[in-house]
């Protein structure tokens, strides 16, 4: 990889003893001279473990970030890691690469030393692997500008230049220069990927098109589904799949003016409508029956599409689109029957969960998965390589000056590279220059084991991405007399997504405010339970007409007599106070249950208060800004709370205690302050603490007579609350989702997801009433009008 076996001076006392091949003994010994000299010793030494470091973080990621996974999004924390390791490397590595030339390259006078080579190698395949970092972004509402392409522009081109103008030989020169040249092909790659989506009209302009289609299909007045059985509903429906791009005629002042003629629209836009049809057809059964998701998967592509818009600040979507979304996801969640059943809440939340996949992988993806398509495939996965491969021949054949099978035989010559590592491995443990050259040739093998990893990866992911199946379908239903190898292939590889994906399993972060750990990275993650996601379905479908307004939870106190003396308990301004009010008593609640209880199955009502009460918390603690209170009052809520909570428990009990003992402190804090501090609860005078332990007794003792009647009442409670913090349309709380998705989303994106679509909304607070001026200037018209009619009326 890279070594020749030119002749150089070297000292004796840089020579070690090894059972090596003559062949290659010139080259061990040029190799192991570096760590022979004292002087260079530190330098080299930290050369290797930094390199060993490094790509164990990256052999790790390749191998094992994403076995039972197909997402193109890598975790943030290890991009955080990765991009401030890559953003140093180049630097500290040019620097180690000038120290290992020292005098040992002045001394050979035309070529670098085999330690310096080993380095400039490691830059190299880095260089390669810094795609695993840096997001596809072909978002045209997302422009970042071209700093970052302008610094990897940069770092190539300063490749270049040690490859060509450090070495001398032509053996080394067409080993190095080909591994520049692939590096420069990537780049090349990578920024055809970026500009071509941001330019184009299905990808980085999608946003602005939808919203021109989405309104002139609405002036078109295309009402025939709104008198359609629900059955039939979705057969006519025309949110946009694929192709939409080719009914742009010109740009306007308004938006893109399109041609929506009914034959071009049928003949160029793959719709909802067309792959329900298709489904439902007898002739294409065999597809569709055993692949039911293939059909959920393209409405959920259809709304991802809509939602970009939200995203991207551009006009609201009107009522009349909200009610017909609202109607359609409804309807094909319960059917034409319209019933709530857990299979329902399932079905919805896979749609979200598939909708918010596509936009974390459009927004974060480091693959290019949004391009994902067979024709795609083929060209960047066949052509583009037989491309760089004839300019790699190229250089061989430049370097090496036409004798290019002398170069080769020098380059391969006894398969060196793996006699070099089978000489080292012997004699590992008999020199300390041996380990250490032992390392550097491991590291070049990891480096290089993890890039071809990467490139084979890269096509895995692509091909079992949601993208490619939504493309592959969008092919089938535009010509639908594929042949039965395409519809094969989409079958397999449709299944093959599915069972690695994970399809509805959706997990989230706990918190609670009796444990000990407070580290967002340290706290537990549990899956939502399939009767949290009935109940939340549930909820949902009766608020969908609004004959049950959201509320902080008085609306499932209201509809349970028994338990209006709770309500004291939601009657706050102040969306967080109610959270962790009820977080502290559920979590009280739930303390002796867990400990009475170990070897008894939980009620499913209990799994659900108890999951969603803690998950509340969470986003309480580190993501305000995803609730509709005021950003920095929901940050002085919590921390109130936890300065009260200190205060109660002590500081000792408060940082280390087990909850037993803060369960203890907390209870006998309720019983020491419940009959002096009642009033003062009822005034509003009492702090969250004092509330939440004091609510938290009364539910213990309400839990003796039945505890499965309280379970109930707090899962419904916080069903309510989960659902009523969902609906946001402040741009704070829009980026806050739009950062969570580099997160893979949280819990409440998804239903935050599904109020934008079908325009669910909370009251206003009862504190703050603003009137908008559209309103004032109705309401003012309205008087104007009814002063004018009565002054007829008396003439």
């Given at each position: 990889?890279?070594?020749?076996?030119?002749?150089?001076t070297?000292?004796?006392?840089?020579l070690?003893t090894?059972?090596c091949?003559?062949?290659?003994d010139l080259?061990?010994?040029?190799?192991t001279s570096?760590y022979?000299d004292?002087?260079?010793?530190?330098?080299?030494?930290?050369?290797?473990?930094?390199m060993f470091?490094?790509?164990?973080?990256?052999f790790?990621l390749?191998?094992?970030s994403?076995?039972?996974n197909?997402?193109?999004?890598?975790?943030?924390t290890?991009?955080y890691?990765?991009?401030a390791?890559?953003?140093?490397?180049?630097?500290?590595m040019s620097?180690?690469?000038?120290?290992?030339?020292?005098?040992?390259?002045?001394?050979?006078?035309?070529?670098?030393?085999?330690?310096a080579?080993?380095?400039?190698?490691?830059?190299l395949?880095?260089?390669l692997?810094r795609?695993?970092v840096?997001?596809?972004?072909?978002?045209?509402g997302m422009?970042r500008?071209?700093?970052?392409?302008?610094?990897?522009?940069t770092?190539?081109a300063?490749?270049?230049?040690?490859?060509f103008?450090?070495?001398?030989v032509?053996?080394q020169v067409?080993?190095f220069?080909t591994l520049?040249?692939?590096?420069?092909?990537?780049?090349?790659q990578?920024?055809?990927?970026?500009?071509?989506?941001r330019?184009?009209l299905?990808y980085?302009?999608?946003?602005?098109?939808l919203?021109?289609?989405?309104?002139q299909?609405?002036?078109?007045?295309?009402?025939?589904?709104?008198?359609?059985a629900p059955?039939?509903?979705?057969?006519m429906?025309?949110?946009?799949?694929?192709?939409e791009?080719k009914?742009?005629?010109?740009p306007?002042?308004?938006?893109?003016?399109l041609?929506?003629?009914?034959d071009?629209v049928d003949?160029?836009?793959i719709?909802?409508?067309k792959i329900?049809q298709l489904?439902?057809?007898?002739s294409?059964?065999?597809?569709?029956t055993?692949?039911p998701r293939?059909?959920?998967?393209?409405?959920?592509?259809?709304?991802?599409?809509?939602?970009?818009?939200?995203?991207?600040?551009?006009p609201?979507?009107?009522?009349?689109?909200?009610?017909?979304?609202?109607?359609l996801i409804?309807?094909?969640?319960?059917?034409?029957?319209?019933i709530?059943?857990d299979?329902?809440g399932?079905?919805l939340?896979?749609l979200?969960?598939?909708e918010i996949?596509?936009m974390?992988?459009y927004?974060?993806?480091?693959?290019?998965?949004?391009l994902a398509?067979?024709?795609?495939?083929?060209?960047?996965y066949l052509?583009?390589?037989?491309?760089?491969?004839?300019?790699?021949f190229m250089?061989?054949?430049?370097?090496?000056?036409?004798?290019m099978?002398s170069?080769?035989?020098?380059?391969m010559?006894?398969?060196?590279?793996?006699?070099?590592?089978?000489?080292?491995?012997?004699?590992v443990?008999?020199?300390?220059?041996?380990?250490?050259s032992a390392?550097?040739?491991?590291?070049?093998y990891?480096?290089?084991?993890a890039?071809i990893?990467e490139?084979?990866e890269?096509?895995?992911?692509?091909?079992l991405?949601n993208?490619?199946?939504v493309?592959?379908?969008?092919?089938y239903?535009?010509?639908?007399?594929?042949?039965?190898?395409y519809?094969?292939t989409?079958?397999?590889?449709?299944?093959?997504?599915?069972?690695?994906?994970?399809?509805?399993?959706i997990?989230?972060?706990?918190?609670?405010?009796?444990s000990?750990?407070?580290?967002?990275?340290?706290?537990?993650t549990?899956s939502?339970?399939?009767?949290?996601?009935?109940?939340?379905?549930?909820?949902?479908f009766?608020s969908?007409?609004?004959?049950?307004?959201l509320?902080?939870?008085q609306y499932?106190?209201?509809?349970?007599?028994q338990?209006?003396?709770l309500?004291?308990?939601?009657?706050?301004?102040?969306?967080?106070?109610?959270?962790?009010?009820w977080?502290?008593?559920?979590?009280?609640?739930?303390?002796?249950?867990r400990?009475?209880?170990?070897?008894?199955?939980?009620?499913?009502?209990k799994v659900v208060?108890?999951?969603?009460?803690?998950y509340?918390?969470?986003?309480v603690a580190?993501h305000p800004?995803l609730l509709?209170?005021?950003?920095?009052?929901?940050?002085?809520?919590?921390?109130?709370?936890k300065k009260?909570?200190?205060?109660?428990l002590?500081?000792?009990?408060?940082?280390?205690?087990?909850?037993r003992?803060r369960?203890?402190k907390?209870?006998?804090?309720?019983a020491?302050?419940?009959?002096?501090?009642?009033p003062d609860?009822?005034?509003?005078?009492?702090?969250?603490?004092q509330?939440?332990a004091?609510?938290?007794?009364?539910l213990?003792?309400?839990?003796k007579?039945?505890?499965?009647?309280?379970w109930?009442l707090?899962?419904?409670?916080?069903?309510?609350?989960?659902v009523?913090?969902?609906?946001?349309s402040?741009?704070?709380?829009?980026?806050?989702?739009e950062e969570?998705?580099?997160q893979?989303?949280?819990?409440?994106?998804?239903?935050?997801?599904?109020?934008?679509?079908?325009?669910?909304?909370?009251?206003p607070?009862k504190?703050?009433?603003?009137?908008?001026v559209?309103?004032?200037?109705?309401?003012?018209?309205?008087?104007?009008?009814?002063?004018?009619?009565?002054?007829?009326?008396h003439?």
């Open positions: 990889m890279g070594y020749s076996y030119h002749k150089s070297i000292s004796s006392s840089a070690i090894l059972t091949p003559n062949t290659i080259f061990l010994r040029n190799l570096s022979a004292k002087s260079n010793e530190s330098s080299v030494v930290t050369t290797s473990i930094f470091v490094l790509v164990a973080v990256f790790n390749n191998l094992f994403r076995v039972s197909t997402s193109a999004v890598l975790k943030p290890a991009r890691f990765l991009s390791a890559i953003s140093l490397f180049l630097p500290i620097y180690l690469l000038s120290e290992a030339k020292g005098d040992a390259g002045e001394s050979q006078g035309k070529d670098l030393p085999v330690q080579r080993f380095i400039l190698m490691w830059m395949f880095v260089e692997l795609k695993k840096e997001a596809v972004l072909v978002s045209g422009q500008g071209y700093s970052g392409i302008i610094t990897h522009a770092a190539v300063w490749l270049g230049y040690l490859v103008f450090n070495l001398k032509a053996d067409a080993v220069g520049w040249l692939i590096c420069a092909a990537k780049f090349v990578r920024v055809a990927f970026t500009e071509i989506g330019r184009s299905a980085g302009k999608n946003a602005r098109l919203s021109s289609y989405m309104a299909l609405q002036l078109q007045a295309r009402r025939g589904q709104q008198d359609a059955s039939e509903r979705l057969k429906c025309e949110y946009a799949v694929m192709g791009e009914l742009v005629l010109e306007g002042p308004h938006g893109y003016v041609d929506l003629n009914r071009t003949h160029n836009v719709t909802v409508g329900w489904a439902e057809s007898h294409h059964e065999v597809l569709f055993p692949n293939l059909k959920r998967l393209c409405l959920s592509f259809a709304l991802f599409k809509l939602l970009r818009r939200r995203f991207e600040h551009l609201l979507t009107t009522k009349e689109e909200t009610d017909l979304c609202r109607d409804f309807e094909y969640i319960c059917g034409d029957k319209g709530v059943s299979q329902s399932v079905a939340f896979q979200l969960k598939d996949s596509f974390c992988e927004h974060h993806s480091v693959y290019p998965v949004v398509s067979p024709r795609f495939l083929v060209v960047n052509v583009f390589p037989l491309v760089v491969a004839v300019f790699c250089t061989l054949a430049i370097s090496a000056k036409g004798h099978m170069a080769l035989s020098r380059i010559v006894h398969n060196g590279i793996f006699t070099v590592a089978e000489c080292l491995w012997k004699n443990l008999r020199s300390q220059a041996a380990f250490f390392i550097s040739i491991s590291i070049s990891l480096l290089f084991i890039f990893y490139e084979v890269e096509f895995l992911v692509l091909v991405s993208w490619f199946v493309s592959m379908l969008s092919s239903t535009a010509k639908p007399r594929q042949s039965p190898a519809s094969g989409l079958h397999c590889i449709s299944w093959v997504n599915e069972k690695l994906s994970f399809a509805g399993f997990t989230f972060k706990q918190l609670s405010v009796l000990v750990s407070w580290l967002p990275m340290m706290l537990p549990v939502l339970p399939k009767q949290a996601k009935s109940l939340i379905m549930e909820r949902l009766s969908a007409g609004s004959p049950a307004p509320s902080n939870g499932v106190l209201d509809c349970r007599p338990e209006r003396d309500s004291w308990f939601c009657e706050s301004d102040s969306i967080a106070e109610v959270i962790l009010t977080h502290i008593a559920t979590s009280l609640l739930e303390m002796p249950c400990q009475g209880q170990e070897e008894m199955p939980w009620d499913d009502h208060a108890a999951r969603l009460s803690k509340c918390a969470y986003l580190f800004e509709p209170d005021d950003l920095e009052g929901t940050k002085h809520a919590y921390k109130v709370m009260d909570l200190k205060d109660t002590g500081c000792w009990d408060y940082y280390f205690a087990p909850e003992d369960y203890d907390m209870m006998a804090e309720a020491r302050s419940e009959n002096e501090a009642w609860c009822q005034q509003g005078k009492m702090n969250v603490v509330k939440g004091i609510l938290g007794k009364m213990i003792e309400e839990s007579a039945g505890e499965r009647s309280i109930e707090l899962a419904h409670l916080w069903v309510e609350l989960i009523y913090v969902a609906p946001s402040r741009e704070e709380q829009v980026k806050g989702h969570a998705l580099g893979g989303g949280e819990l409440i994106t998804l239903l935050w997801t599904l109020a934008t679509h079908t325009g669910l909304t909370r009251p607070p504190s703050i009433v603003i009137q908008h559209e309103d004032v200037e109705e309401m003012l018209r309205q008087r104007v009008e009814k002063k004018f009619y009565e002054t007829r009326s003439e």
